[in-house]
């Protein structure tokens, strides 16, 4: 059961304006399943913009398709029509090897389940992105070691850690190479209330001093207080 979170304002404000010119423009996508001899509409349609340093929610009840949306938004599934442009680059029509470099390059991802690599360290865990992308950084991973309270984790396993400290290891994995969007699929669906809470807070608090745009997928009304835009998924499709 997600938490349902009390987001503080101080030092997390709701007040950030982002750029307006879009970041993240999706146009009339849609997506379907087949399930058994049927072919299930997932996504019917869809538009979306997300500016520069945005803060954008989707929220939907299970099975409205808001995790589906996200995958789409990210690069991480082609949609069956319509198109997704990230920094006025066409996502939908890049290979599967450029997409990968994309969201090496420009995205960053935080997921439920964390997807820590478990034999790697904290510290090695957050320098990951930048590794594969052949241009580490110590100093940067050291930097968000502080900023997510881990310096005294910096050498343990992912198996060694609470639930709350693996969510700060793949928010500082997020960041790790200054990313021009988040992706965070139900960020703190596995935390207690009070690492939710936490979690939650933290994020906002490096969203808002990095600039990058954060994409949340949630049930939690509360971060709609605090989002520029909040997108409400019914049956597929945009309600409203």
């Given at each position: 059961m997600?938490a349902?979170?009390?987001?503080?304002?101080?030092?997390?404000?709701?007040?950030?304006k982002?750029?307006?010119q879009?970041?993240?423009?999706a146009n009339?996508?849609?997506?379907?399943v087949s399930?058994?001899?049927?072919?299930?509409?997932?996504?019917?349609?869809?538009?979306?913009?997300?500016?520069?340093?945005?803060?954008?929610?989707?929220?939907?009840?299970?099975?409205?398709?808001?995790?589906?949306?996200l995958?789409?938004?990210?690069?991480?599934?082609?949609p069956?029509?319509?198109?997704?442009?990230?920094?006025?680059?066409?996502?939908?029509?890049?290979?599967?090897?450029?997409?990968?470099?994309?969201?090496?390059?420009d995205?960053?991802?935080?997921?439920?389940?964390?997807?820590?690599?478990?034999t790697?360290?904290?510290?090695?865990?957050?320098?990951?992105?930048?590794?594969?992308?052949?241009?580490?950084?110590?100093?940067?991973?050291?930097?968000?070691?502080?900023?997510?309270?881990?310096?005294?984790?910096r050498?343990s396993?992912?198996?060694?850690?609470?639930?709350?400290?693996?969510?700060?290891?793949?928010?500082?994995?997020?960041?790790?190479a200054?990313?021009?969007?988040i992706?965070?699929?139900?960020?703190?669906?596995?935390?207690?209330?009070?690492?939710?809470?936490?979690?939650?807070?933290?994020?906002?608090?490096?969203?808002?001093?990095?600039?990058?745009?954060?994409?949340?997928?949630?049930h939690?009304?509360?971060?709609?207080?605090h989002?520029?835009?909040?997108?409400?998924?019914v049956?597929?499709?945009?309600?409203?």
């Open positions: 997600t349902t979170l009390d987001v503080k304002t101080n030092p997390v404000t709701s007040n950030h982002p750029d307006s879009p970041l993240l423009h009339n996508l849609s997506k379907s399930v058994g001899d049927q072919r299930i509409d997932i996504i019917k349609g869809i538009d979306i913009s997300i500016a520069a340093g945005e803060f954008a929610v989707i929220m939907g009840k299970s099975g409205s398709g808001k995790s589906t949306l995958g789409l938004l990210a690069g991480l599934d082609y069956d029509s319509g198109e997704v442009w990230l920094d006025n680059q066409n996502l939908t029509q890049l290979s599967e090897e450029a997409l990968a470099q994309k969201r090496q390059q995205m960053g991802f935080v997921f439920q389940s964390f997807h820590l690599l478990p790697l360290t904290v510290a090695e865990n957050i320098a990951f992105p930048l590794d594969i992308a052949r241009r580490s950084d110590a100093n940067r991973v050291e930097e968000l070691l502080v900023a997510v309270g881990l310096t005294h984790r050498d396993l992912p198996h060694q850690l609470s639930g709350g400290e693996q969510q700060r290891t793949a928010l500082a994995r997020a960041l790790v200054k990313p021009k969007i992706f965070a699929d139900e960020p703190t669906g596995n935390l207690d209330e009070q690492n939710a809470q936490q979690v939650m807070n933290l994020l906002l608090e490096l969203q808002q001093q990095s600039g990058t745009a954060l994409v949340v997928v949630t939690d009304p509360a971060l709609t207080e989002a520029n835009q909040v997108i409400t998924i049956d597929g499709r945009v309600a409203g």
